[in-house]
Nanobody
Framework: EVQLQASGGGLVQPGGSLRLSCARS????????IGWFRQAPGKLREWVAAISRNGDTFYADSAKGRFAISRDSTKNTVYLQMNFLRPEDTAVYSCAADPRAPVVGVHTNPDQYPYWGQGTLVTVSS
C-alpha cells in the first residue's frame, strides 16, 4: 500500500525558512515522481515542485529561486526546503506520488497524482 506523510509545517516570519518532509512507505521512490502541492484558503490546489524518479527537479514559477526539492532514498524521504517565505506562501502543503511519468517533465495537474499524504500547514506571518 502506497502511503505518504507530510510534516514540518509551522509558523514562520516573512523571510524565514522551513523544511518540509514527505515520508513514504509501500513503494520505492525510483518508481514514482513525487510532487509537492499547496492549497490556500479559498483557492485551488496548486503545484509547487516535483522530483522525478530519475532525480530531475521542477518548480513552479512562484517557487523558483526560493524552494528546493530533494530526495534521500536512505531515509525514504523527499524534502521541500523553503526559503525567503512570503505571506502568500501560507497554505496547507501536501506531497503526492505519481506512478505514470509523462514523456517529458513531470505532471503538474494534481489529478494526475493518485496517491496523497496528509498535508502540513505552513503559516507565514509576522
Amino acid at each position: 500500500e502506497v502511503q505518504l506523510q507530510a510534516s514540518g509545517g509551522g509558523l514562520v516570519q516573512p523571510g524565514g525558512s522551513l523544511r518540509l518532509s514527505c515520508a513514504r512507505s509501500g513503494f520505492v521512490y525510483d518508481d514514482y515522481d513525487i510532487g509537492w502541492f499547496r492549497q490556500a484558503p479559498g483557492k485551488l490546489r496548486e503545484w509547487v515542485a516535483a522530483i522525478s524518479r530519475n532525480g530531475d527537479t521542477f518548480y513552479a514559477d512562484s517557487a523558483k529561486g526560493r524552494f528546493a526539492i530533494s530526495r534521500d532514498s536512505t531515509k525514504n524521504t523527499v524534502y521541500l526546503q523553503m526559503n525567503f517565505l512570503r505571506p502568500e506562501d501560507t497554505a496547507v502543503y501536501s506531497c503526492a506520488a505519481d506512478p505514470r511519468a509523462p514523456v517529458v517533465g513531470v505532471h503538474t495537474n494534481p489529478d494526475q497524482y493518485p496517491y496523497w499524504g496528509q498535508g502540513t500547514l505552513v503559516t507565514v506571518s509576522s
